[in-house]
């Protein structure tokens, strides 16, 4: 798979990295050309360094590794050159005090896509840090990391699937894009408890089989129950 990259930050060279070594053919873009490059040697396995708009050119995947914001305007910037892509967002609006920066409005995935409307937008890699990804692979207690991915488009789907098993991980599926801002909420939420609280947020969940209770109570009945809050 071609994957063409907008951004020479931490989480490019950790993502990119393990797609390499699966066999990808990556581009890192930047728009200082020294950092792309320095990224590129690197990571080695053939990665090209190159500008915003090569990058994504290039890609079959395009991944905006950019600060929230950023994005949407880089988006709007390179146009048709998205048209047709699957544009890759592992961005988390997340701000002073742990806010959600987006608080009410459209997901950052969603003003993403609005800002490239040709482009097929799919939400993943937001919910670790960086080192996490960097893990050959990233498997905690024997049990690969299990990766949430939003998106609309079967294809555009089923190539970021096949991206996160190369970094060693599952991908579970989050629903359409509009849940993407559920993503960016749980992020802000355990970005709060690991770093503010220093709580272990992994501990909140019960296992799956107590999710519905030990009973397990029909599905319309436990989604009653949820929403009530038990």
Request: overall charge negative; glycine content about 14%; hydrophobic content about 45%.
């Amino acid at each position: 798979m071609r994957i063409g990259v907008l951004g020479t930050g931490s989480m490019v060279d950790a993502l990119a990295t393990h797609w390499v070594r699966a066999g990808h053919e990556v581009t890192i873009g930047g728009r200082d050309a020294h950092k792309a490059e320095r990224l590129a040697t690197r990571i080695g396995g053939g990665v090209k360094p190159a500008g915003l708009r090569s990058a994504a050119e290039s890609g079959q995947v395009v991944l905006a590794a950019l600060p929230f914001g950023a994005g949407v305007d880089v988006a709007r910037e390179l146009g048709a050159a998205l048209e047709g892509k699957v544009l890759l967002d592992c961005s988390n609006p997340v701000g002073p005090g742990f806010r959600l920066l987006t608080e009410a409005g459209p997901s950052a995935a969603q003003q993403l896509a609005a800002a490239a409307p040709a482009a097929h937008v799919v939400k993943a890699f937001n919910l670790c840090h960086e080192d996490v990804w960097r893990m050959r692979p990233p498997v905690f207690g024997g049990r690969p990391l299990a990766v949430p991915v939003c998106g609309d488009d079967e294809t555009a789907l089923a190539r970021v699937r096949e991206l996160v098993r190369d970094v060693g991980c599952e991908p579970v599926a989050g629903g359409g894009l509009e849940r993407a801002g559920l993503l960016e909420a749980t992020a802000a939420l355990f970005i709060g408890l690991w770093v503010g609280e220093g709580a272990d947020a992994q501990a909140i969940a019960p296992p799956l089989a107590y999710a519905a209770g030990p009973s397990q109570p029909d599905m319309e009945g436990d989604t009653a129950a949820f929403r009530q809050g038990f």
